[in-house]
Protein backbone atom coordinates (compact mmCIF):
# COMPACT_ATOMS: atom_id res chain seq x y z
CA UNK A 1 0.00 0.00 0.00
CA UNK A 2 1.60 3.59 -1.07
CA UNK A 3 1.93 6.20 1.32
CA UNK A 4 -0.34 8.10 -0.78
CA UNK A 5 -3.01 6.08 -0.78
CA UNK A 6 -5.64 6.63 2.22
CA UNK A 7 -7.11 3.86 3.71
CA UNK A 8 -9.08 2.95 6.33
CA UNK A 9 -7.61 1.96 9.80
CA UNK A 10 -8.91 -1.55 11.36
CA UNK A 11 -9.41 -1.63 14.76
CA UNK A 12 -9.34 -4.86 14.40
CA UNK A 13 -8.25 -7.75 11.58
CA UNK A 14 -6.42 -10.03 10.21
CA UNK A 15 -3.28 -10.08 7.85
CA UNK A 16 -5.38 -8.85 4.97
CA UNK A 17 -5.49 -5.59 6.52
CA UNK A 18 -1.89 -4.59 4.77
CA UNK A 19 1.72 -6.01 3.87
CA UNK A 20 4.18 -5.71 6.86
CA UNK A 21 6.36 -2.88 6.68
CA UNK A 22 9.41 -3.23 6.59
CA UNK A 23 11.37 -1.40 8.38
CA UNK A 24 14.84 -1.39 7.23
CA UNK A 25 13.00 1.09 4.05
CA UNK A 26 12.22 3.41 6.53
CA UNK A 27 15.10 3.87 9.08
CA UNK A 28 16.81 6.51 7.04
CA UNK A 29 14.23 8.84 7.59
CA UNK A 30 12.38 7.37 10.46
CA UNK A 31 12.45 10.66 12.20
CA UNK A 32 11.45 12.67 9.31
CA UNK A 33 8.16 10.65 8.91
CA UNK A 34 7.30 10.47 12.74
CA UNK A 35 7.51 14.55 12.95
CA UNK A 36 5.59 14.88 10.25
CA UNK A 37 2.87 12.13 10.88
CA UNK A 38 2.48 13.62 14.65
CA UNK A 39 2.93 17.46 14.43
CA UNK A 40 -0.88 17.52 14.66
CA UNK A 41 -0.29 16.73 17.92
CA UNK A 42 3.20 17.93 19.13
CA UNK A 43 6.07 19.65 17.02
CA UNK A 44 8.31 18.21 18.78
CA UNK A 45 8.37 13.90 18.34
CA UNK A 46 11.00 13.47 20.96
CA UNK A 47 8.04 14.74 23.14
CA UNK A 48 6.26 11.51 23.09
CA UNK A 49 9.35 9.23 24.02
CA UNK A 50 10.38 11.23 27.08
CA UNK A 51 6.77 11.33 28.32
CA UNK A 52 6.09 7.19 28.29
CA UNK A 53 9.51 6.94 30.06
CA UNK A 54 8.63 9.59 32.58
CA UNK A 55 5.78 7.68 33.28
CA UNK A 56 7.51 4.87 33.81
CA UNK A 57 9.87 6.14 36.09
CA UNK A 58 7.77 7.96 38.13
CA UNK A 59 5.65 4.86 39.18
CA UNK A 60 8.63 2.08 39.38
CA UNK A 61 9.43 1.62 43.15
CA UNK A 62 11.63 -1.28 42.97
CA UNK A 63 15.34 -1.69 42.01
CA UNK A 64 15.81 -2.17 38.26
CA UNK A 65 19.42 -3.36 37.18
CA UNK A 66 17.97 -4.41 33.91
CA UNK A 67 15.85 -2.92 31.09
CA UNK A 68 14.64 -4.15 28.15
CA UNK A 69 13.40 -1.86 25.07
CA UNK A 70 11.11 -4.42 22.80
CA UNK A 71 11.19 -2.83 19.58
CA UNK A 72 13.56 -0.26 19.99
CA UNK A 73 14.12 0.79 16.43
CA UNK A 74 16.22 3.41 15.70
CA UNK A 75 16.72 3.86 19.44
CA UNK A 76 14.86 6.59 19.81
CA UNK A 77 13.75 5.90 23.50
CA UNK A 78 16.65 4.48 24.66
CA UNK A 79 18.35 7.74 25.91
CA UNK A 80 15.50 8.64 27.83
CA UNK A 81 15.70 5.23 29.66
CA UNK A 82 19.48 5.75 30.22
CA UNK A 83 18.72 8.64 32.22
CA UNK A 84 15.38 7.70 34.05
CA UNK A 85 17.93 4.50 34.97
CA UNK A 86 21.42 5.58 35.38
CA UNK A 87 22.41 2.78 37.18
CA UNK A 88 20.67 -0.23 34.86
CA UNK A 89 22.23 -1.79 31.79
CA UNK A 90 20.42 -1.07 28.88
CA UNK A 91 18.75 -3.55 26.16
CA UNK A 92 17.19 -3.03 22.85
CA UNK A 93 15.94 -5.56 20.24
CA UNK A 94 14.39 -4.99 17.00
CA UNK A 95 13.69 -6.94 13.97
CA UNK A 96 15.13 -4.56 11.57
CA UNK A 97 18.82 -5.10 11.30
CA UNK A 98 19.79 -1.23 9.53
CA UNK A 99 17.51 0.46 12.34
CA UNK A 100 19.42 -1.56 14.94
CA UNK A 101 22.58 -0.26 12.84
CA UNK A 102 21.73 3.47 13.64
CA UNK A 103 20.41 2.53 17.54
CA UNK A 104 24.08 1.25 17.98
CA UNK A 105 25.67 4.14 16.32
CA UNK A 106 23.71 6.56 18.55
CA UNK A 107 23.70 4.96 21.88
CA UNK A 108 27.55 3.67 22.30
CA UNK A 109 26.51 2.05 26.26
CA UNK A 110 23.46 0.27 25.42
CA UNK A 111 23.16 -3.50 24.02
CA UNK A 112 21.33 -4.55 20.99
CA UNK A 113 20.04 -7.54 19.43
CA UNK A 114 18.46 -8.78 16.37
CA UNK A 115 14.79 -9.62 17.60
CA UNK A 116 14.67 -13.29 16.90
CA UNK A 117 12.65 -16.17 18.21
CA UNK A 118 14.57 -18.20 20.93
CA UNK A 119 16.77 -15.07 21.74
CA UNK A 120 18.11 -15.27 25.19
CA UNK A 121 19.09 -12.69 26.29
CA UNK A 122 18.31 -12.93 30.26
CA UNK A 123 15.65 -11.88 32.64
CA UNK A 124 14.87 -8.08 32.83
CA UNK A 125 13.70 -5.86 36.10
CA UNK A 126 11.62 -4.02 33.25
CA UNK A 127 10.96 -4.81 29.58
CA UNK A 128 9.35 -1.06 27.75
CA UNK A 129 7.46 -1.65 25.05
CA UNK A 130 6.08 1.41 22.97
CA UNK A 131 3.76 0.93 20.33
CA UNK A 132 5.18 -2.28 18.49
CA UNK A 133 2.04 -4.46 18.85
CA UNK A 134 -0.03 -2.95 16.28
CA UNK A 135 2.82 -3.65 13.78
CA UNK A 136 2.85 -7.49 15.40
CA UNK A 137 0.02 -9.69 13.26
CA UNK A 138 -2.65 -10.55 15.35
CA UNK A 139 -2.58 -14.06 15.13
CA UNK A 140 1.02 -13.97 16.56
CA UNK A 141 0.44 -11.40 19.55
CA UNK A 142 -0.23 -14.65 21.84
CA UNK A 143 3.43 -16.51 21.14
CA UNK A 144 4.99 -13.06 21.32
CA UNK A 145 3.82 -11.74 24.75
CA UNK A 146 4.75 -15.15 26.12
CA UNK A 147 8.20 -15.00 25.07
CA UNK A 148 8.43 -11.67 26.35
CA UNK A 149 6.84 -12.92 29.54
CA UNK A 150 9.70 -15.56 29.71
CA UNK A 151 11.93 -12.82 29.90
CA UNK A 152 10.49 -11.14 32.84
CA UNK A 153 12.95 -11.54 36.10
CA UNK A 154 10.79 -12.70 39.29
CA UNK A 155 8.58 -9.66 40.00
CA UNK A 156 9.82 -7.59 37.14
CA UNK A 157 7.43 -5.31 35.22
CA UNK A 158 6.10 -4.68 31.64
CA UNK A 159 4.81 -1.75 30.52
CA UNK A 160 2.41 -1.63 27.08
CA UNK A 161 2.12 1.78 25.52
CA UNK A 162 -0.38 1.54 22.45
CA UNK A 163 -2.22 4.06 20.04
CA UNK A 164 -5.99 4.41 21.52
CA UNK A 165 -8.32 3.23 18.47
CA UNK A 166 -10.92 5.21 20.26
CA UNK A 167 -9.03 8.58 20.18
CA UNK A 168 -9.98 10.08 16.01
CA UNK A 169 -6.91 12.35 16.25
CA UNK A 170 -5.05 8.82 16.95
CA UNK A 171 -6.21 7.18 14.16
CA UNK A 172 -5.67 9.78 11.63
CA UNK A 173 -1.83 10.08 12.61
CA UNK A 174 -1.77 6.59 12.31
CA UNK A 175 -3.68 6.83 8.93
CA UNK A 176 -1.16 9.34 7.62
CA UNK A 177 1.74 7.50 8.58
CA UNK A 178 3.86 5.63 5.84
CA UNK A 179 5.38 3.38 8.35
CA UNK A 180 1.54 2.32 10.00
CA UNK A 181 0.39 0.91 6.59
CA UNK A 182 0.33 -2.21 8.28
CA UNK A 183 -0.98 -1.30 11.49
CA UNK A 184 -3.62 -3.70 13.54
CA UNK A 185 -4.71 -1.38 16.30
CA UNK A 186 -5.37 -3.00 19.32
CA UNK A 187 -8.29 -2.38 21.97
CA UNK A 188 -7.24 -2.40 25.57
CA UNK A 189 -9.37 -5.49 26.12
CA UNK A 190 -7.56 -7.76 24.04
CA UNK A 191 -3.86 -7.06 25.37
CA UNK A 192 -5.39 -7.25 28.81
CA UNK A 193 -6.09 -10.51 27.24
CA UNK A 194 -2.56 -11.12 26.19
CA UNK A 195 -1.61 -11.00 29.57
CA UNK A 196 -3.80 -13.07 30.59
CA UNK A 197 -2.71 -15.75 28.41
CA UNK A 198 1.00 -15.58 29.22
CA UNK A 199 0.35 -15.50 32.76
CA UNK A 200 1.82 -11.77 33.69
CA UNK A 201 -0.22 -10.09 36.72
CA UNK A 202 -2.37 -7.26 35.80
CA UNK A 203 -1.26 -3.99 37.44
CA UNK A 204 -2.68 -1.30 35.75
CA UNK A 205 -4.60 -0.16 33.22
CA UNK A 206 -4.69 3.59 32.38
CA UNK A 207 -4.64 6.48 29.54
CA UNK A 208 -2.39 9.13 28.74
CA UNK A 209 -1.46 11.89 26.32
CA UNK A 210 -4.79 13.97 26.65
CA UNK A 211 -3.27 17.61 26.26
CA UNK A 212 -0.70 18.75 23.75
CA UNK A 213 2.69 20.02 24.46
CA UNK A 214 1.86 23.28 23.39
CA UNK A 215 -1.24 23.60 26.27
CA UNK A 216 1.81 22.66 28.96
CA UNK A 217 -0.05 24.34 31.75
CA UNK A 218 -2.60 21.86 31.91
CA UNK A 219 -0.83 18.68 31.36
CA UNK A 220 -0.62 17.97 35.16
CA UNK A 221 -4.37 17.58 34.95
CA UNK A 222 -3.63 14.65 32.71
CA UNK A 223 -3.37 12.28 36.12
CA UNK A 224 -6.81 12.88 37.15
CA UNK A 225 -7.80 11.50 33.32
CA UNK A 226 -6.18 8.12 33.50
CA UNK A 227 -9.53 6.67 33.80
CA UNK A 228 -11.13 8.44 30.69
CA UNK A 229 -10.90 6.44 27.30
CA UNK A 230 -10.01 9.22 24.90
CA UNK A 231 -6.40 9.65 25.64
CA UNK A 232 -4.45 9.11 22.74
CA UNK A 233 -2.48 6.22 23.39
CA UNK A 234 -3.28 3.70 26.71
CA UNK A 235 -0.54 2.24 28.95
CA UNK A 236 -0.91 -1.04 30.24
CA UNK A 237 1.67 -2.59 33.47
CA UNK A 238 1.97 -6.16 34.32
CA UNK A 239 4.25 -7.97 36.87
CA UNK A 240 6.12 -11.39 36.16
CA UNK A 241 5.42 -14.48 38.11
Known amino acids: MSGDTKKKLPIQAGPQAGEKIDFDDYSANYDELLHESTKLYAEDSEYFAKYKVDLVRQSIRSPVKRVLEYGCGTGRNIGYLQAAFPEAKIFGTD ?8 ARANNSNAEFELEAPGLD ?31 LAPQ ?4 VFEHNPFNPVTRKIVNDCP ?17 RHAAI ?18 IPLEKYLRWFPLGGQYWVRGTGS
Open 179 to 195: FDADAVLLKPEELRGLF
Open 121 to 151: MGRFDLIFIASVFHHILPIDRKVVMKSLAAR
Open 201 to 218: RLDRVSYCLFVPPRLSWL
Open 156 to 159: GTID
Open 95 to 102: VSSESLRM
